[in-house]
């Protein structure tokens, strides 16, 4: 059995565990602007309107009746390059089966296009908004890390969420029609 004192330093330690929670998740909240909503898993996805990379404006609704990828990258980022022929593949795999790849470029639209004409890709690229609330922050990367992946059903519901890379069994998982993440 316990003694009192330890019981006491039981409790203090419980006690800033709690409050070092709470903290931890009020201080990620912290980064989202005042009447910014940020989607979670299960929410219905926000219907942004993106640039494609000739300046037309592309909605998320416009996707409606597939699987959808979403994966925001930057040209800068390692990570995201080293995940890019992965996610190309699996766009070469699924698309024909309902799902889509969809890569939103968090970065300058000259540098994206710079980057994909050495590094060419088979699936759509649009532009996200760098600006706050950014297009990532919307879909719930908090801390803006990228890369950042959100899935979508076919009625734009968010199914699941990832920071950082996505690995091959994962993107099969994901994209694959029979089953659910």
């Excluded at 602007?33 to 979670?40: L, Q, S, W, Y």
């Excluded at 219905?44 to 000739?54: G, H, I, N, S, T």
Aim: glycine share 8%; aromatic share 6%.
């Amino acid at each position: 059995m316990l003694s009192r004192t330890n019981l006491f330093i039981l409790a203090l330690a419980l006690l800033a565990a709690i409050a070092g929670g709470w903290l931890q998740h009020e201080s990620r909240l912290a980064h989202v602007p005042p009447g910014v909503h940020v989607a979670n898993v299960g929410d219905l996805r926000p219907d942004v309107a993106l640039l494609d990379l000739r300046g037309h404006e592309r909605r998320l609704s416009g996707y409606q009746g597939k699987r959808l990828l979403l994966n925001f990258w930057a040209s800068w980022c390692v990570p995201c390059v080293t995940e890019m022929p992965a996610l190309n593949a699996a766009q070469r795999k699924f698309a024909d089966q309902g799902a889509i790849v969809l890569g939103i470029a968090m970065d300058e639209p000259d540098n994206v296009r710079a980057f994909l004409s050495t590094h060419p890709v088979d699936y759509p690229i649009l532009v996200g908004q760098l600006a706050s609330p950014s297009t990532s922050l919307r879909f719930g990367d908090i801390d803006e890390v990228l890369p950042y992946s959100v899935l979508l059903d076919e009625n734009g519901k968010i199914l699941a969420v990832q920071r950082g890379p996505l690995k091959a069994e994962q993107l099969e998982h994901w994209l694959s029609p029979t089953t659910a993440p």
